[in-house]
């Protein structure tokens, strides 16, 4: 059973960062392909971003890129998304994924295994 913890979340004022985390357990990290997705209320879930096994290659949701970064440690079996500039339309429910198979950092990728999520809120 894999199973990913999200820490990092918080209040922040806009023009802000945040640096979120996701600790994995249950499985091999470096058979996981990551990513990070948000839900804000009333809206669906969205992709954030995600990360390749060996952290060679990213892919960022438009409304982020510039603004975040996604990385992993694979000794430490963590993955971080250090977020810049907040902006209020980035409040939302955070959630670390982890998905098995082949390399697929698109969008729509499926992803197999979720944390329970971290609240990211930020005030204009």
């Known amino acids: 059973q894999v199973q990913l913890v999200e820490s990092g979340g918080g209040l922040v004022q806009a023009g802000g960062s945040l640096r979120l985390s996701c600790v994995v357990s249950g499985r091999s990290f470096t058979t996981l392909g990551m990513g990070w997705f948000r839900q804000a209320p009333g809206k669906e879930r969205e992709f954030v971003a995600a990360?390749?096994?060996?952290?060679?290659?990213?892919n960022y949701a438009n409304s982020v890129k510039g603004r975040a970064t996604i990385s992993r440690d694979n000794a430490e079996k963590m993955v971080t998304l250090q977020m810049n500039s907040l902006k209020p339309e980035d409040t939302a429910v955070y959630y670390c994924?982890?998905?098995?198979?082949?390399?697929?950092?698109?969008?729509?990728?499926?992803?197999?295994?979720w944390g329970q999520g971290t609240q990211v809120t930020v005030s204009s």
């Open positions: 990360i390749s096994r060996s952290g060679g290659s990213t």
């Open positions: 994924a982890a998905r098995m198979g082949l390399l697929d950092l698109s969008l729509g990728a499926k992803y197999d295994y």
